[in-house]
């Protein structure tokens, strides 16, 4: 074999390393903050070039000042900076079309009416239909906007749904499947900061 062979070969089995951690095939079914996000399949997804502020969405109000990659608000409100978040904060990558962020968007909106610290990201997705089904579902929790889906590496998600817990700009903890209760949500923060929000 020689050794252009040798370094492809070398290179192929480091990459398929790579890929097999960031999809998280290891997940047990235990949230313990390992994997990222559950994969999604998209094969409606809107078009998501309309990067603009739906005045009846929730407004951002309260964050830190954004730095040069601050993502708009969806609703009214100022452009958030992931990385100036202080948190803990549970960010929530989710879309209209991703049919497991349509179940998770009521609990969200649970912990968030219980004072929980929430943000959510509207990935690859249309301003209008995001809007449209955060009236659907009753749910008042900010969201910014990546169409583009540049969170994607900032966060290390795969597709949406993808929850973790961000502290000073550091995801801290990732769920391995997507939320299903404000219990399960209070237990992540409890191993965060060694106890759940009172």
């Known amino acids: 074999m020689n050794r252009i062979s040798q370094v492809t070969r070398i290179v192929s089995i480091m990459f398929l390393g790579l890929v097999v951690l960031v999809t998280g095939c290891a997940a047990d079914g235990n ?8 994969p999604v399949a998209t094969p409606n997804v809107p078009e998501a070039a309309d990067v603009k502020q739906i005045e009846s969405a929730p ?22 900076d992931l990385a100036q978040l ?5 960010v929530s990558v989710w879309a209209s079309w991703c049919e ?5 968007l009521p609990v969200l909106q649970q912990w968030f009416e219980s004072d929980g610290p929430l943000l959510g990201v509207n990935a690859a997705d249309s301003a209008a239909a995001a809007a449209e089904l955060l009236v659907e579902l009753g749910a008042d929790f900010p969201s910014v906007q990546d169409v ?3 969170t994607r590496v900032d966060l290390g998600w795969v597709g949406p749904p993808f929850n973790g817990i961000i502290e000073n700009g550091v995801v801290v903890y990732r769920f391995q499947r997507p939320i299903s209760s404000v219990e399960q949500i209070d237990k992540a923060f409890q191993q965060v900061i060694g106890k759940g929000k009172q």
Do not use: K
């Not at 949230?31 to 559950?38: I, L, P």
């Open 100 to 104: 497991p962020c349509r179940d998770e």
């Open 148 to 150: 583009d889906s540049r």
């Open 59 to 80: 407004a951002c109000e309260g964050f830190p000042p954004s730095g040069e990659r601050g993502l708009p608000c969806l609703g009214p409100g100022p452009d958030i």
């Open 31 to 38: 949230d313990v903050g390992s994997a990222a996000g559950t």
């Open 86 to 90: 202080p948190g803990p904060i549970l």
